[in-house]
């Protein structure tokens, strides 16, 4: 099943074609990569699967819903991470759990029992008391992972999810994720690192508001013959 | 002091409140070097690079950049140094070219001067000069930062994680801009979080946790790995994971890519002794191959070992 | 610094907002005012209490009443019941005369007039009781013609309401005092922060540029700013409101210019101890704004403060500006009647000047 099915998206902002003609989709429960220079209009594409911008023209379902009338119900079937954004820092860890599951409406119950799980996943009970601004950097990034699937959404759109985190707690939140979609939750990344485009199912190369490539890193490294992932997007970025 | 030695730092150590930033570190740059810190966020790069500066000082320890006290001498300091701070700091509501010639104009100087300078870099911006610093992209943005702290001729240039954040394309094409620069004789360091710039550099250290585990060329770092490493490839990667984790002489094992790294404990495991355990779980598919370890590799082989566990 | 100076101008001319409020708030503040006292006196109702009723006094009356700026009103109040037709908001003045008027303006050649004025609407009130004083002046002239003996008729005004009634002339030094006290330590602390919140303070610090370097190329462009500013106000003040410049206009524009130079180092002491914008201007909002309007004297009079409020209010430097502003403008003095105010002024802004560049780090920490 296609949780996000887009047909020629296009956004202009003025003369300016951020998205140019996107057709793409992504499998329920799928690891998607979506990869591109800055600039290329990821953020861009990326508000428009949220709910937050509404398209030129063009065919966007996210969760089955029309981005252009229902964003209301796909903003409480997604969740969203960045790295920029996560969580209030003189908040406990606690705490902040409670506010983003009231947030989403779940009930006290509920709440608790999401908060208990999802930290016991982590290994991080013992801190839930703790104030988020203390903790390293790699927790809160974890931490902020955990809370935007509190609701159990069906898709998790993470905005550079690991920048800056060590290479160690990096493969450990990529375990995460490979957990979160083992349970059917479909995660759309975008990153910086070319070798964690490997660990998606498959990806999207984006350049000057197109999509230029799109398949598994396998068959794109073969049809660029390249070693890796990076090479593939220097071949096609420097044309 | 040998005259080689650009920046000397001896038992730095920083704190703030009861938190300590950078441990007791203690290293030399040579002058002409492309120096390289590599860490993750919140390893104490940009501390250490803000005493290099003068903008701290260090609680105990002493740094010395070209001779000069970073604490004594920072009025003579400040003039030979160039700096990039982590954030994009220039003022967004100018326009290129006059944040070029405002940043000449506080160091006493002037665009045409020193034109021949930034000339390489900034011909790539030219084009754009009449257009606000706020309105580039982030590689255009890294090109006018790196103008605006070379205008002044500096003799040590300090970039405080220039790539953060900029995509892999603008990432090279500012590497190699710090390569050409390294050949007119100027001191660089440079601070990132991306492991794979390490081989850019003529020696790195590598930072983590407010201490330097190692400081090398990139070469040497690599060939004091000090264990044998495998590449494996199988079609389930997630579970191959799981049950490399679980094998008994597994030091550590993780992902790279389509491929998990693995190194163990004991040395005599040969590769066929692997491949039986894992075909023996039903994998299919199974590629193992002997690799040479990356920079990411001994990162978090130190890592390991600093914190006494192989998985943690 | 050339290049400083320059760059702080393009921060300021291409941010709208702070353009608007630079020069649109002055403009807006004066013409508000001006606004207030264009409200003409014309057949405004008066009750009058002529408790001898005699040739004088009836004199005196017509006079008023034919003036055009009067109206006699139906309402008489009894003694003691003045109170009673202010509140119906029928009457805005009261004259009573008081008994034998013209025979003690004979005998003791003095008699009283007392004026109540209802001064909730303070313009309206001020206006009344001087058109009448100025009447009633100009019929005592009339009537001293033929004799050689001075005679006095003792107009004695009460404002009812608003005891400290508030000239609308005495608003033009208030707003003067704190548009630029606004603009200046306002605009040059958030400047300042905003350089820290960006970043780029960290590459000012490690360019060879001293603080006090730093500090005048920030200061320099706002000086200017404000000063044209003060210019702008007083141009204003002059032509829309007819307020008069009585003494010096030199003296007066370089106790400006001195108060701005003063406003100007309290903005930097702020920004020392601010880290982000949004910090200045809260810092600004209460340290400096609330205090110039409530203790400065310039809405509520400080003799009838309490006593600590008024120690504080000497610490506040708009209330000494107040009184220079005041003296030079309406009462035309000198500057020997206000150089105690210009030297505290002058402490005030060495003493910050001290301070911030004793505070400016030059470090990050």
């Not at chain 2, 000397?8 to 950078?22: F, P, S, W």
């Not at chain 2, 105990?60 to 994009?88: A, E, N, Q, S």
């Amino acid at each position: 099943m296609k949780i996000i099915e887009v047909e020629n998206l296009v956004k202009k902002f003025g003369n300016f074609v951020a998205n140019d003609h996107l057709t793409f989709s992504v499998d329920e429960g799928e690891i998607y990569g979506f990869l591109g220079a800055n600039g290329a209009g990821k953020t861009t594409a990326m508000k428009i699967l949220c709910g937050l911008s509404a398209p030129t023209s063009g065919k966007v379902l996210v969760a089955g819903y029309d981005v252009y009338t229902q964003t209301e119900m796909i903003k409480k079937r997604i969740g969203y991470m960045s790295q920029r954004f996560s969580l209030f820092e003189d908040l406990s860890v606690w705490e902040n759990f409670q506010f983003f599951g009231g947030i989403y409406g779940l009930p006290a119950a509920k709440i608790r029992e999401r908060t208990t799980e999802l930290l016991g996943r982590l290994g991080l009970e013992s801190e839930k008391n703790q104030i988020l601004g203390s903790l390293p950097l790699g927790w809160k990034q974890k931490l902020a992972f955990s809370v935007a699937i509190i609701h159990q959404p069906s898709i998790v759109f993470l905005d550079e999810p690991t920048g800056g985190v060590d290479p160690i707690t990096r493969r450990q939140f990529w375990e995460i994720i490979y957990e979160t979609a083992n349970q059917g939750i479909t995660v759309f990344v975008t990153t910086h690192y070319m070798d964690e485009a490997e660990y998606c199912r498959r990806v999207s190369i984006m350049a000057d508001g197109k999509i230029v490539a799109l398949d598994t890193p396998a068959n794109l490294k073969a049809k660029y013959q390249a070693a890796n992932i990076e090479e593939v997007f220097l071949k096609i970025a420097r044309g | 002091m040998s005259p080689s030695i650009s920046i000397k730092a001896v038992n730095i150590t920083k704190r703030y409140g009861d938190k300590t930033a950078l441990d007791d570190i203690s290293f030399e740059v040579n002058r002409g070097e492309l120096f390289g810190f590599i860490g993750p966020d919140g390893a104490g790069k940009t501390s250490l690079f803000r005493l290099i500066t003068s903008l701290l000082i260090p609680d105990g320890g002493t740094l010395t950049v070209d001779g000069l006290d970073t604490v004594k001498d920072y009025t003579k300091l400040r003039k030979i140094l160039g700096y990039m701070p982590g954030r994009f700091s220039l003022y967004q509501d100018l326009t290129v070219e006059e944040n070029l010639r405002f940043f000449a104009g506080i160091f006493k100087t002037t665009l045409e001067a020193n034109y021949d300078l930034v000339k390489d870099i900034y011909s790539h911006i030219e084009p754009f000069k009449t257009r606000k610093a706020g309105k580039l992209s982030g590689g255009m943005k890294q090109k006018l930062a790196l103008s605006c702290a070379l205008i002044h001729k500096p003799e040590i240039l300090v970039l405080d994680e220039p790539t953060t954040g900029v995509d892999a394309v603008s990432r090279i094409e500012f590497w190699e801009m710090l390569n050409k620069l390294r050949q007119s004789g100027i001191t660089i360091i440079v601070s990132t979080p991306y492991m794979d710039e390490a081989s850019r550099c003529d020696r790195v250290a590598l930072i983590q946790g407010g201490k330097i585990m190692s400081i090398d060329t990139p070469e040497a770092i690599r060939n004091n790995f000090g264990r044998d490493l495998w590449a494996l490839k199988a079609d389930d990667i997630y579970r191959l994971l799981v049950d490399l984790r679980r094998f008994e002489s597994t030091w550590t094992a993780f992902p790279f890519g389509e491929h998990i790294h693995l190194s163990l404990s004991d040395k005599s495991i040969k590769p066929a002794e692997i491949a039986l355990y894992l075909e023996a779980l039903g994998h299919s598919n199974v590629h193992i191959s002997k690799i040479e370890p990356s920079i990411e590799d001994c990162f978090m082989e130190m890592m390991s070992v600093g914190s006494g566990t192989g998985e943690e | 610094m050339r290049s400083f100076i320059i760059k702080e101008f393009y921060h300021i001319f291409r941010d709208i907002r702070s353009m608007v409020v630079l020069f649109g708030m002055p403009v807006i503040q004066v013409l508000l005012f001006g606004f207030a006292l264009s409200t003409e006196i014309k057949n405004a109702p008066v009750a009058i209490i002529d408790q001898s009723n005699d040739q004088v006094t009836r004199a005196i009356t017509s006079k008023l009443l034919s003036s055009g700026f009067f109206i006699l009103s139906d309402q008489v109040p009894g003694e003691g019941h003045i109170d009673e037709v202010f509140r119906r908001g029928k009457v805005k003045e009261v004259i009573i005369f008081e008994s034998d008027f013209s025979k003690k303006l004979e005998k003791d050649h003095r008699a009283g007039i007392q004026l109540i004025a209802d001064a909730s609407d303070p313009n309206t009130a001020n206006l009344l009781v001087s058109y009448t004083s100025a009447i009633i002046l100009d019929y005592q002239q009339e009537y001293l013609k033929g004799m050689s003996l001075p005679l006095t008729v003792k107009t004695e005004s009460q404002m009812m309401y608003n005891p400290a009634l508030k000239s609308v002339f005495m608003f033009v030094p208030g707003v003067i005092t704190i548009l630029l006290m606004l603009i200046t330590a306002m605009m040059t602390s958030i400047s300042i922060a905003r350089e820290k919140e960006l970043g780029t303070m960290e590459i000012l610090l490690v360019s060879p540029m001293r603080p006090i370097q730093i500090i005048a190329g920030k200061v320099l462009p706002y000086v200017l700013l404000a000063f044209s500013n003060a210019v702008i106000i007083l141009l204003l003040s002059y032509f829309v409101l007819g307020m008069p410049v009585k003494g010096s206009l030199f003296l007066l524009l370089a106790e400006s210019l001195l108060f701005i130079i003063m406003a100007l180092s309290l903005g930097i002491f702020i920004s020392t101890v601010s880290k982000s914008q949004q910090m200045a201007m809260m810092l600004s909002m209460f340290a400096l704004m609330l205090p110039t309007i409530l203790l400065s004297g310039f809405i509520f009079p400080i003799e009838n403060m309490p006593l600590p409020l008024q120690v504080i209010s000497n610490l506040m430097p708009p209330r000494w500006f107040i009184i220079i502003v005041k003296s030079i403008m309406i009462k035309g003095l000198g500057f020997q009647y206000i150089w105690k105010e210009t030297l505290i002024i002058a402490g005030m802004a060495l003493f910050f000047i001290a301070l911030s560049i004793k505070k400016f780090k030059i470090r990050l920490e």
